[in-house]
């Protein structure tokens, strides 16, 4: 069972169901609104940390609406009929995607590619060789 932070107030029962809204103590990065994390989202954030590896929880930077609007552009690959010339973040290549790959990667809602052809595959390799370690 994991112990909710000392911002929570516990129901009657003391379960993560009858768990109050957390209120954080941050605003939004982008709007500056200030924002909740339900019970449940800090639950699954705390499950991913877990599976990560990582020592806390770590709260969302965002309010809701602005990481869905993130969300979007980050993997938003729109087709405008030209190859586009991108910089491979681990060789430092420069290598053309496609016309054709940006229509196969937004009908996917894939993110945007960041490794060249030749990168993707040892980046595959070493994720799934971390994925078995687990």
Request: hydrophobic residues 30%; positive net charge; proline residues 7%.
């Amino acid at each position: 069972m994991v112990t909710l932070p000392t911002d929570v107030v516990a129901g009657s029962a003391g379960t993560a169901t009858d768990v109050e809204p957390i209120v954080t103590r941050r605003v939004c990065g982008i709007c500056r609104q200030p924002f909740t994390v339900s019970a449940a989202e800090w639950q699954y954030l705390h499950d991913v940390g877990v599976r990560r590896g990582w020592p806390e929880v770590r709260l969302p930077r965002m309010c809701t609406p602005c990481r869905r609007v993130r969300r979007l552009e980050r993997f938003a690959a729109f087709d405008d009929g030209r190859d586009d010339v991108r910089l491979c973040v681990d060789c430092d290549r420069p290598f053309t995607w496609s016309s054709g790959e940006k229509r196969y990667y937004a009908e996917r809602a894939y993110a945007q590619p960041r490794r060249c052809p030749r990168c993707r595959p040892s980046r595959t390799k070493t994720s799934s060789s971390l994925t078995q370690q687990a």
